[in-house]
C-alpha cells in the first residue's frame, strides 16, 4: 500500500548518522588554507607530459559518484592484451608540504557513511580539477601493461600524461550493455582479461573470499540493511586494481623504495581448522586441492558455502602497510607478499581516496623514468603506512557503526520476534531479511538454516543480539 514502509525498512528520518560523525570526530570542513590550495590547484608536472587523449578511456563506478580515480582501456595486442589505466595524478596537484597535504596526512583517506562520505581532498579538487571525469583534460599517472595470452605481465610502466575519459560507466549499466551485446569497446575485453587474472591469481595462491557485503541504504521508503549488489563486472574491474598494484609492487621492490600493502600467509593451523570445519559441513575437499582452489569451488549461495567462507574470513589476518627504502625501514619486510592476491602488492589506484597510493605512485614514477624518487615522496613512507593502518582501523569502525546503528533501528519494535537466518557461525547469523548479520546465542548450527528469536535491539548501543531456541529453520 503506497506510504507504508516495506518490512525491514524505517522512515529516513529515524536513522541518524550525525551522531557516528561526532563520535568518530569527522568533519567534512577543511581549514581555509588548505581549501584554498585545492581550490587553487594546477598541474605542477605539466611540462613534459605526454599527450595521451587519443586512447578512448572510460570510468567504472558506483552510480552518482564524483571522485573519479581510474580511467580504462583494454586492447588486444597480439595473442595477447595491452591494458592502459589512468590514476589520478593528485601527487601533481598537491604542493608538497603545505597545507592541504598536511590536512591530507591527518585525514589519511575518505571515510564513506551511507548518507555521505568525509572526504581525504577538498570536493574542488577530488570531484573537480582532480577526478577524471568524462570529456574534461586531466593530469593522470598512466599505466601501459601487457599480458600474454595466458595474463602474465610481459611489461609494465608509469608514466605521466594528459588524458580524455569519454563516458562515465556504472556497474550494472556496463554488466547490462555487456549481456546484450552492446559493451563499451574499451571495456570489451574487460571479462576476458579480469578471468584470466582471477585464475593467475588462484594458481599463485590467492585467497578470494566471496562473502555477502552489508551496507545501509536509502530507498523511497527509507533506510535499510542489504547485501550490497555486485556484477561480474565488479570483479573484472577489481582484477585490474590488483594487477596495477602488483606491477606498482615489483616496480618499487626493484628501485629499492616504496611502500606495500601486506598480509602473511595463513598459518598451517588456520588452515588445518578450515579443512575441520568444511569435513563438518559435508563439503568435499581433496588433499591435494589448494586453499584457493577450494575456497574457489564453493557455493556460497548455501548455508555450508556461506558458513565455510565466513570461517575462512580467519586465513586473511594481520594486513598491514610496510615501507623500505627509508631511514625507518631500510629494507622490505621478510614477509611482503600478500597472501589475498598471491604476490607483492601496492595501493596506487585510488589516490583521491587513500594517500598512500600519491606516495607509492611518485616513488614508480621515478623508478620507471630512472629518477631518484623526489625527498617530499620517499620521506613521507614511514609516516603513511603508520597512517594507513589507524585510519582503515577507523573505517572499519565508522562503517560497523552506521550498520549496526541502521540494524539497531530497524529491528527496534520487533524484540521476541522470530526470523529464519543462516547460521554463518556458532555465534552469527544472516537474516534472510532484512540483511542483518548479528550475534546469537544458544549456538545455532553452523552452516544451517535456522529460526532465530529477537532478544536485543538497543538503539543506542547500536547492539542487536538473537537467540537460538532450537527449531528448525
Known amino acids: 500500500m503506497a506510504g507504508i514502509p516495506m518490512r525491514g525498512t524505517v522512515p529516513s528520518s529515524d536513522v541518524d548518522f550525525a551522531a557516528v ?18 581550490d ?35 586492447a588486444a595486442d597480439g595473442d595477447g592484451y595491452l591494458v592502459h589505466y589512468a590514476i589520478a595524478d593528485v601527487g601533481a596537484l598537491v604542493e608538497p608540504g603545505g597545507a592541504l597535504e598536511a590536512e591530507t596526512r591527518r585525514r589519511g583517506q575518505t571515510i564513506y557513511l551511507p548518507d ?18 568524462p570529456g574534461q583534460d586531466r593530469a593522470a599517472a598512466l599505466w601501459e601493461i601487457r599480458l600474454d595470452a595466458t595474463g602474465e605481465v610481459t611489461s609494465a610502466t608509469v608514466s605521466r600524461a594528459i588524458v580524455r575519459s569519454r563516458r562515465q560507466l556504472d556497474y550494472a549499466a556496463v554488466q547490462a550493455a555487456f549481456d546484450a551485446g552492446e559493451v563499451d569497446p574499451a571495456v570489451a575485453l574487460l571479462p576476458a582479461v ?31 540493511v542489504r547485501i550490497e549488489p555486485r556484477t561480474d563486472f565488479d570483479g573484472y574491474n577489481a582484477q585490474i586494481s590488483l594487477l596495477t598494484g602488483m606491477c606498482a609492487a615489483t616496480i ?5 623504495v616504496g611502500l606495500l600493502r601486506t598480509l602473511p600467509p595463513a598459518s598451517d593451523d588456520a588452515v588445518a581448522d578450515l579443512r575441520r570445519t568444511a569435513a563438518s559441513l559435508g563439503l568435499n575437499w581433496d588433499g591435494a586441492v589448494s586453499v584457493a582452489d577450494f575456497l574457489a569451488a ?24 610496510a615501507a623500505f627504502g627509508t631511514v625507518g625501514a631500510p629494507r622490505p619486510p621478510a614477509e611482503y607478499a600478500h597472501a589475498g592476491v598471491g604476490a607483492p602488492y601496492a595501493h596506487v589506484t585510488a589516490p583521491l581516496r587513500r594517500l598512500a597510493d600519491r606516495y607509492a605512485t611518485e616513488v614508480c614514477l621515478a623508478a620507471c623514468a630512472g629518477r631518484v624518487p623526489p625527498d617530499w615522496a620517499r620521506g613521507a613512507l614511514d609516516d603513511a603506512a603508520e597512517i594507513m593502518a589507524r585510519t582503515n582501523t577507523l573505517a572499519g569502525k565508522v562503517d560497523r557503526a552506521c550498520i549496526d546503528l541502521t540494524e539497531a533501528v530497524i529491528l527496534a519494535d520487533r524484540v521476541g520476534d522470530d526470523f529464519t537466518a543462516v547460521a554463518m557461525r556458532e555465534d552469527q547469523v544472516l537474516l534472510d531479511d532484512p540483511a542483518v548479520i548479528a550475534t546469537c546465542t544458544g549456538g545455532p548450527p553452523e552452516g544451517t538454516h535456522v529460526t532465530v528469536r529477537l532478544e536485543t535491539a538497543d538503539v543506542d548501543a547500536r547492539k542487536v543480539i538473537f537467540s537460538y531456541p532450537g527449531q528448525p529453520g
Do not use: N
Not at 47 to 74: M, S
Not at 252 to 256: P, S, T, V
Not at 313 to 319: H, I
Open 252 to 256: 618499487m621492490l626493484d628501485a629499492g
Open 194 to 224: 579480469g578471468e584470466l587474472r582471477r585464475q593467475w591469481g588462484r594458481a599463485h595462491g590467492a585467497i578470494e573470499l566471496r562473502l555477502p557485503a552489508q551496507e545501509a541504504a536509502a530507498g523511497p521508503d527509507g533506510w535499510t
Open 40 to 74: 587553487a590547484a594546477t598541474d605542477r608536472c605539466a611540462e613534459g607530459r605526454a599527450d595521451r587523449r587519443d586512447i578512448e578511456f572510460v570510468t567504472i563506478d558506483p552510480p552518482g559518484a564524483k571522485d573519479l580515480d581510474q580511467a580504462l582501456h583494454i
Open 298 to 321: 564453493v557455493d556460497v549461495s548455501t548455508p555450508q558455502g556461506l558458513a565455510v567462507m565466513s570461517d575462512a574470513t580467519r586465513l586473511l589476518r594481520g594486513a598491514g602497510y
Open 21 to 38: 560523525r561526532t563520535e568518530f570526530e569527522l568533519a567534512e570542513e577543511f581549514p581555509a588554507d588548505a581549501q584554498a590550495q585545492a
Open 116 to 133: 555521505g562520505s568525509v572526504p581525504l581532498h577538498p570536493r574542488s579538487l577530488s570531484e573537480g580539477v582532480g577526478s577524471l571525469l
